[in-house]
Antibody, heavy 120, light 110 residues
Framework: VQLVESGGGVVQPGRSLRLSCAAS????????MHWVRQAPGKGLEWVAM????????SFADSVKGRFTIARDNSKNTLHLQLNRLRTDDTAVYYC??????????????WGQGTPVTVSS | SALTQPASVSGSPGQSITISCTGT?????????VSWYQQHPPKAPKLIIY???KRPSGVSNRFSGSKSGNTASLTISGLQAEDEADYYC???????????FGGGTKLTVL
């Protein structure tokens, strides 16, 4: 199982960024996927979840209405669209695979993370 | 709200330690969906316990989980130097808050 995030970088407040997570080594369409972030020196914060087929999505209150999550099962890829970015969105963003097809929150496999810095 | 964990715990090699994770009746107390993660910064977290008591394949049986009421616990027996890491609990919190993590506990092996 391998999860490889990309798309992070430095962006100004109010701008947008799109993160991607390329999955391999398992049947991507069989599992729910999540994004979790970790601000510098801080703990983990769950961000968003999408079910195996994309029919169910959920978001943390801190990002609701600003971030969207999507998946392309034909390309084994997960995306997180970050809009109206704020300085407190600065963090390493991890994609993680759930244990099940629905979102159980049991995050079995994690990528190495991609850093996002929101700064003027 | 985040689950409550002690900021730090310590133990000597060979000893056992327990890390607590306290929530409320709205999250941890209502669901058997507690997971525990080990993180050696700056690496990614690793799942060590899920659904409160289950261990993924390949995780040492020195790690065990339990839950009573609104508190979950992670016990590490036979402490080893490699266990020194940050540990996080996580619980489902219902369809409004979804999943919440604890603040993390730094384990020091003396």
């Amino acid at each position: 199982v391998q999860l490889v995030e990309s798309g992070g970088g430095v962006v100004q407040p109010g701008r947008s960024l799109r993160l991607s997570c390329a999955a391999s080594g398992f049947t991507f369409s069989d599992f729910a996927m999540h994004w979790v972030r970790q601000a510098p020196g801080k703990g983990l914060e769950w961000v968003a979840m999408i079910s195996y087929d994309g029919s169910s999505k959920s978001f943390a209150d801190s990002v609701k209405g600003r971030f969207t999550i999507a998946r392309d099962n034909s390309k084994n890829t997960l995306h997180l669209q970050l809009n109206r970015l704020r300085t407190d969105d600065t963090a390493v963003y991890y994609c993680a695979r759930d244990v099940y097809y629905y979102g159980s929150g049991n995050l079995h496999y994690w990528g190495q993370g991609t850093p996002v810095t929101v700064s003027s | 709200s985040a689950l409550t964990q002690p900021a730090s715990v310590s133990g000597s090699p060979g000893q056992s330690i327990t890390i607590s994770c306290t929530g409320t009746s709205s999250d941890l107390g209502s669901y058997n969906l507690v997971s525990w993660y080990q993180q050696h910064p700056p690496k990614a977290p690793k799942l060590i316990i899920y659904e409160g008591i289950k261990r993924p394949s390949g995780v040492s049986n020195r790690f065990s989980g339990s839950k009573s009421g609104n508190t979950a616990s992670l016990t590490i027996s036979g402490l080893q130097a490699e266990d020194e890491a940050d540990y996080y609990c996580c619980s489902y919190a219902g369809s409004n808050d979804y999943w919440v993590f604890g603040g993390g506990t730094k384990l020091t092996v003396l």
